[in-house]
């Protein structure tokens, strides 16, 4: 008899973001598995079989916590499920999976990516004052101080020690399952060569110029650390390469400040903001490099999709997708996004060809496109489902 999962999550919309599409990825790989499985969403698209809007009619860009969580409870008392999965901190589920790891670490990196002390600050204490962060950060450490509460399933060690540290969660209620992708997108190559045609012509240049081109993906320039990479590209332009490295920069994020930081640096012609990009995978085979210094990111899909490109990559520390791969041999990992010279050095470094093909190769041969597949982690989420035991009361 197949094992009934509830996937609970926010939104069922894949146009929001990573974790809305790592949502239905899952879903879709623990299917394959054989196991029930069936998305229940405050808000969203019943866009394939099985997921339930739970909140359509409700008001607001959000939903409330708390109407969410007493129409949840109703659904699940008239529908029976073996295991009750969920990303928002629900003490009645059975495996809490938090998509963008604690909110306590996720505040503070926040409030840290403004680079400004005052501002530092003044974001951690006012970050109080956003009623619905407050609820889920209060329900967040009510849970994982419970004994009893739901089994922790951290996307990377870096969200693992986050609860350790915050909430001093019990080693034996949290495991680590890391984050995945789905691996079998297909790359439309006519369409990829007209990307890259369009990104050489806006930077007048021309093949035999030999560019290096690093591709930067956010939503969210500043907590990604955009400044940082303008600022460390200003400084790797300093340097002697044997090629030039130009940034490549794609999101929804308004472009205009960074654009205004690259032109007082003198880099304005080394850097095309692209704009959001439909097929990540395209531009991912087109360019040599996917950076990434972020603040703060449980574990970047981006970097896992340039992983799975076999291009190498450039992070930072707070990136939980460091987990899956390893620094001066996949990619590079820098300490901190301020860090400017170190990220500058890592520009540099794979300015040169030679470097490039090594991490490259290093990727295939340690098969690491298998090692982040979003089927490994269903494997995993199999696997704990099977060992789950029932908690008491």
Do not use: W
């Not at 069936?38 to 409330?64: P, W």
């Not at 101080?145 to 990377?156: E, Q």
């Not at 909430?167 to 006519?190: C, F, L, M, S, W």
């Amino acid at each position: 008899m197949k094992k009934k999962i509830a996937l609970i999550i926010e939104h069922a919309d894949v146009t929001r973001g990573g974790a809305e599409r790592s949502a239905l990825e899952l879903k879709t790989a623990l299917s394959d598995r054989g196991l029930e499985v069936v998305l229940l969403a405050a808000r969203g698209h019943a866009s394939a079989e099985n997921i339930h809007i739970l909140c359509g009619n409700s008001f607001g860009k959000r939903t409330c916590y708390f109407t969410f969580a007493k129409l949840l409870k109703k659904y699940l008392a008239e529908n029976h499920y073996d295991i009750i999965h969920s990303s928002l901190p629900f003490a009645f589920a059975d495996i809490y999976q938090p998509r963008g790891g604690a909110f306590a670490e996720s505040i503070s990196r926040n409030a840290a990516s403004y680079r400004n002390k005052f501002l530092t600050s003044f974001k951690k204490i006012t970050a109080f004052a956003n009623s619905r962060r407050t609820i889920l950060l209060q329900a967040e450490k009510k849970l994982c101080k419970d004994d009893n509460g739901p089994v922790i399933a951290a996307l990377s060690q870096y969200v693992a020690d986050q609860f350790k540290q915050y909430y001093g969660t019990a080693e034996h209620r949290i495991t680590v399952i890391p984050n995945g992708i789905a691996i079998d997108k297909q790359v439309d190559t006519a369409e990829a060569t007209k990307l890259r045609a369009r990104i050489l012509a806006q930077l007048n240049l021309s093949e035999a110029d030999k560019p290096v081109l690093f591709l930067f993906v956010a939503n969210n320039f500043r907590l990604k650390g955009l400044t940082c990479l303008i600022e460390a590209m200003h400084l790797a332009t300093g340097y002697e390469t044997p090629r030039q490295p130009h940034l490549i920069i794609a999101g929804s994020d308004k472009p205009h400040k960074y654009q205004q930081l690259a032109k007082k640096l003198n880099i304005d012609h080394k850097i095309l903001f692209l704009g959001p990009l439909p097929h990540i995978q395209n531009a991912l085979s087109i360019i040599d490099v996917a950076v990434l210094p972020t603040f703060y990111d449980p574990s970047s899909r981006f970097i896992l999709e340039a992983i799975a490109a076999g291009k190498p990559v450039i992070t930072t520390k707070f990136n939980g997708a460091t987990d899956l791969f390893d620094d001066n041999r996949h990619g590079r990992v820098i300490d901190s996004p301020e860090n400017t010279v170190a990220l500058a050095q890592a520009i540099s470094f794979f300015t040169h060809t030679g470097n490039i093909q090594k991490a490259s190769q290093a990727i295939a041969e340690d098969n690491l496109k298998e090692k982040i597949s979003i089927k490994r982690v269903a494997e995993q989420l199999e696997s704990l489902y099977n060992h789950y035991n029932p908690r008491k009361g």
